[in-house]
Structures are given as structure tokens and as C-alpha cells.
């Protein structure tokens, strides 16, 4: 059985980027039940990044969880 994991994203502003690594985390068996820290300095897109990776996962039935935040220390 897997074990879920911790993962930064450090930068994920980057919707690009981040939305495709969302992706491929969650069509990776895995990493069910593991969570994922998105951080970025722009406290705007990071909001709208979370919520398309949480809209995305919740459409395809993936068991991620998310959440942001601002500060490089809280994502490590």
C-alpha cells in the first residue's frame, strides 16, 4: 500500500506549471492521500491555483489534498 507524502510547490503562481504537475500527480496511484503545499509570493494567483488543482482533483476523484500559503518556511 502506499504512503502518502508531503510536497512543496515552490513558485506554483505559476498556473501552468503547477496545473500540470497536478496532472501528473493524480494519475500517479502513488501518491493517493498525499498533500500538497502550493507556495508562491503572489497571494492571488496562488488562490487561483489551488482552487482549479482542487476543482481538477475533485472532478477525477483524486484523494489529494491542498493547501497555500505565502511563506517559504511554512512550505518546507
Do not use: W
Not at 25 to 39: I, K, Q
Not at 43 to 67: C, N, P, Q
Request: charged share 20%; glycine share 6%.
Amino acid at each position: 500500500m502506499p504512503k502518502p507524502v508531503r510536497i512543496s510547490v515552490i513558485g506554483a503562481g505559476s498556473a501552468t506549471f503547477s496545473l500540470g504537475l497536478v496532472k501528473d500527480l493524480c494519475l500517479t496511484e502513488n501518491l493517493a492521500g498525499s498533500h500538497v503545499t502550493f507556495m508562491d509570493i503572489d497571494a492571488a494567483r496562488l488562490a487561483a491555483v489551488t482552487k482549479m488543482a482542487v476543482h481538477y482533483t475533485d472532478e477525477i476523484g483524486s484523494d489529494l489534498s491542498f493547501e497555500q500559503t505565502t511563506s517559504l518556511e511554512d512550505a518546507l
